[in-house]
């Protein structure tokens, strides 16, 4: 006789609500053993998981947790040092560094996020077309790969940057004019080893279309290569924004930049140093952060590296027990 309570334990809506909780808490267990299977990793993994969140904590908030207005200027207290009402000084208007830092993460992250992502989807399309299809559609579309890659990446984001204006959503959109080639590159390396595999072929003999072959035999097997590279190639978009800033084309000039805030102190930074400090102290902070990171996510999802890193770890982890047990034995003796 099944009682009302187990009638409830066994409904459909119960066993989807228990799998999705246990889906969530395996993929957070993923989570942590990918971003910190090391420390450098967890280090990367602690700074883009504090900036992001500032970033986001700052745009929820309207910049309400910013001690100042970071476009208020008091020409009172211009190049102010340190101190306890400015706590990284101000500039040559007089407006708070420590504010105008914060008003410069959501540009100086999110930018580089859309643009690694955007580049990413073009490089997938495309990438997948090139090497699935192969013939004159490939070697169209990697000879076009193979003209942006000939030019230097800055000088033609520069270029275009330049010809659209000065606009944030144009700096983005001439950072992502350059970006996408290394992506289908890359895409279309991964297609070329995955379809001469046997369920490539099963799938083809099975009469099955090319949307599905793309969806469900390549995709997966292509994906976390992508994922890793973009990780990486963050912290190098941020670097090429915070040049666009830092040369003045692209980024509007009132608008909170780390490369733009370095550029407006060259000039005395010898005399008011602390003004570029913290600015690019921030920059070094998150390419460093995110590079740790890809470089962790690299090291447990690479097949080639993975061994060694689990061996290494098993070298450590027996060599502090054996410290431990010897200590332990000399303690009781």
């Known amino acids: 006789m099944i009682t009302a309570e187990e009638e409830k334990k066994t409904s459909p809506e119960l066993r989807k609500k228990e799998s999705f909780s246990f889906q969530a808490r395996k993929a957070l267990a993923q ?3 990918l971003a910190f299977s090391n420390w450098l990793t967890g280090f990367g993994t602690v700074a ?3 900036f992001i969140g500032l970033a986001a904590v700052y745009v929820i908030t309207k910049g309400a947790i910013a001690p100042y207005n970071p476009s208020d200027q008091n020409l009172l207290h211009t190049n102010a040092p340190p101190s306890i009402s400015h706590i990284f000084g101000t500039d040559f208007a007089g407006r708070d560094i420590f ?3 914060l008003a410069a993460l959501p540009v100086d992250i999110g930018i580089p996020l859309f643009i690694v992502f955007l580049s990413a989807v073009i490089g997938l399309i495309f990438g997948m077309i090139a090497g699935y299809l192969g013939g004159l559609i490939e070697e169209a579309i990697m000879r076009i790969c193979d003209l942006f890659l000939a030019f ?3 000088i033609m984001a520069l270029a275009v940057a330049a010809t659209l204006g000065p606009s944030l959503l144009n700096a983005a959109l001439a950072l992502t004019f350059v970006w996408w080639p290394p992506y289908v590159r890359l895409v279309r390396g991964g297609v070329l080893a995955v379809k001469s595999e046997d369920f490539i072929s099963a799938s083809k003999a099975l009469n099955s279309s090319f949307f599905y072959i793309m969806r469900k035999g390549l ?8 994922l890793v590279y973009a990780s990486l190639d963050i912290g190098t978009a941020l670097l090429s924004l915070s040049s666009l800033g830092f040369l003045g084309v692209g980024i509007p000039p009132d608008l909170p930049e780390l490369g733009a805030m370095v550029a407006s102190i060259m000039t005395v930074v010898y005399a008011y140093p602390w003004e570029a400090l913290l600015p690019s102290i ?3 902070l998150i390419v460093l952060g995110f590079s740790l990171f890809g470089d962790g996510i ?3 999802t690479d097949v080639k590296v993975r061994p060694h890193v689990l061996l290494k770890n098993r070298f ?3 060599s502090r027990r054996t410290e431990k047990e010897a200590l332990a034995k000399a303690s009781s003796s």
């Not at 995709?219 to 992508?226: G, K, L, M, Q």
């Open 282 to 284: 921030i920059v070094l």
């Open 298 to 300: 690299r090291e447990v």
């Open 219 to 226: 995709f997966p097997n292509i994906i976390p290569a992508v």
């Open 99 to 101: 504010s105008r830092v």
């Open 31 to 33: 989570f942590r053993k």
């Open 48 to 50: 883009v998981i504090t």
């Open 152 to 154: 230097p990446t800055i």
């Open 316 to 318: 450590l982890g027996e």
